[in-house]
């Protein structure tokens, strides 16, 4: 049995970056909004959580950087390679013209939790917990609604948009009958932590070596490590325990010597199955899907959180006007993909571009080739590619892309 929950202006399914930044701008704007998320809180590790500069631009439009700025975060003024001869910059966000010439990286739980704590100031802004989206609700063709369960039972919640906000598993999006077209992907993710000690680096890093990528971000206490295995290595690696992960980490990452031992189970050990999809339809009349479930991207150079947040503005500045009017239409929801299109198709060209140079190894645990690794990293020693002016103009492009953002949208409402 169903209970009628009754009617808002905007039901936005899952509170991710993409469904909390939404609300708390149609928020601001004067409209009722409800956010249905269906966990009980933010705090899941494996997440991302690189933020780049054009999103604090949205968030200095909101007026929460300097509290943003406050998070125990980290600040990286350049993407750094850590090779076996030593380390290769690979970006400079030292772009003059940049107000925030670097990256941060900042756990998702305290992103979120500053959006929807600044966004619950607003009576009209509603955030439901463990409400989970289940299907949704349809009149005459047009989506009007959704059906989502509560630990009290099913509830229904009726609204002129529904947006899709439930990531790239989206179940709103398989409802609305909106299948993403697949470009797959040769690569997967492993996410585990392990301590940090003062003498460690300082600032977060790319392990790369042909087989063993490693993604160290540092965050105080602990290493938030992301190692990027080829496509069914993780099953291959499962079948031993997980010592065998343990094994490739000590002669990979040296520096970390005992404390590779924190890995006792493979349950401390998280597994993302990279996907790159996007949408060809963003919308159905009365519907709409942002973020992840109109794109799922690579975590290649850490766009994806960054995607999402400007897929919100876009679809924000989009129907916030037709909201306030009381009617949306199919056009106004064709704008958000309009606008958003572009960089979500160039972003993802470039992952796939630097994904085809994953490289698969016969035998990640073969004694031969662990042992050839070094046994102490050079963090002190800069090098070079072979091409030293090339490296230094991809340098600055990579990092001009990143702080100037390929399309940044603008809070216009
Ligand atoms: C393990 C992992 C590691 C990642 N690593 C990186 C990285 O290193 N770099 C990078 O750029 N990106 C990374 N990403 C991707 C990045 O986190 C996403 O691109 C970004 O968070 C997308 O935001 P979103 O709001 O669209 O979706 P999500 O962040 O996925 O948020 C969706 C929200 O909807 C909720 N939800 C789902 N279904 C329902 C439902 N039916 N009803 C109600 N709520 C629902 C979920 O609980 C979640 O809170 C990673 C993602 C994962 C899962």
């Known amino acids: 049995m169903t209970v009628e929950e ?101 756990p998702q739980w305290d992103f979120l939790n500053l959006l929807t704590e600044e966004a619950k100031r607003y009576p009209n802004f509603r955030l439901l917990m463990q409400a989970e989206g289940v299907d949704l609700l349809s009149d005459e063709g047009a989506i009007c609604g959704v059906r989502y369960q509560t630990p ?122 990279v996907q790159v999809n996007r949408l060809t339809k963003w919308h159905r009349p009365g519907f709409l899907c942002i973020g992840d479930s109109a794109h799922a991207s690579s975590p290649v150079a850490g766009f994806g959180v960054n995607m999402a947040v400007h897929d919100a503005v876009a679809a924000a500045n989009a129907v916030a006007g037709p909201l306030l009017r009381g009617r949306v239409t199919e056009r106004d929801l064709a704008r958000v993909k309009r606008r958003r299109q572009l960089p979500t198709i160039l972003t993802q060209a470039v992952q796939r571009l630097v994904q085809r140079d994953i490289v698969e190894v016969p035998d990640l645990l073969d004694p031969e080739r662990l042992a050839a690794l070094p046994t102490t990293l050079d963090f002190d020693n800069e090098v070079d590619l072979p091409l030293p002016v090339a490296t230094r103009l991809f340098r600055r492009l990579t990092g001009r892309v990143i702080t100037a953002g390929l399309r940044s949208e603008h809070i216009r409402v």
């Open 6 to 106: 009754g009617r808002v202006d905007c039901c936005i399914v899952g509170c991710g970056p993409a469904g909390a930044i939404l609300g708390l701008i149609l928020a601001r704007a004067g409209i009722d909004v409800t956010v249905l998320e269906k966990h009980q809180d933010f705090f899941r590790d494996f997440r991302g959580d690189a933020i780049h500069p054009p999103t604090l631009g949205v968030l200095e439009e909101l007026g929460l950087i300097d509290r943003y700025l406050e998070l125990p975060l980290q600040r990286d003024l350049a993407i750094k390679i850590v090779t076996n001869d030593g380390v290769l910059p690979l970006t400079d966000f030292a772009n003059p013209k940049a107000k925030y010439p670097y990256v941060t990286y900042v």
């Open 152 to 273: 009290d039972g099913l509830r229904d919640l009726t609204a002129p948009l529904t947006v899709a906000a439930d990531g790239r598993r989206s179940r709103m999006r398989t409802c609305a009958g909106l299948v993403p077209k697949d470009f797959g992907a040769p690569m997967d993710l492993l996410w585990f932590r392990i301590s940090r000690l003062p003498t460690d680096p300082k600032e977060t890093f790319v392990r790369l070596v042909p087989g063993y990528v490693f993604a160290m971000v540092q965050r105080g206490s602990y290493w938030q490590v992301g190692y990027v295995v080829p496509k069914g290595t993780y099953q291959k690696l499962r079948v031993h325990d997980v010592g065998a992960l343990r094994t490739i980490l000590r002669h990979a990452l040296p520096f970390l010597g005992s404390r590779v031992d924190e890995l006792q189970s493979w349950d401390l050990v998280g597994f993302l199955e």
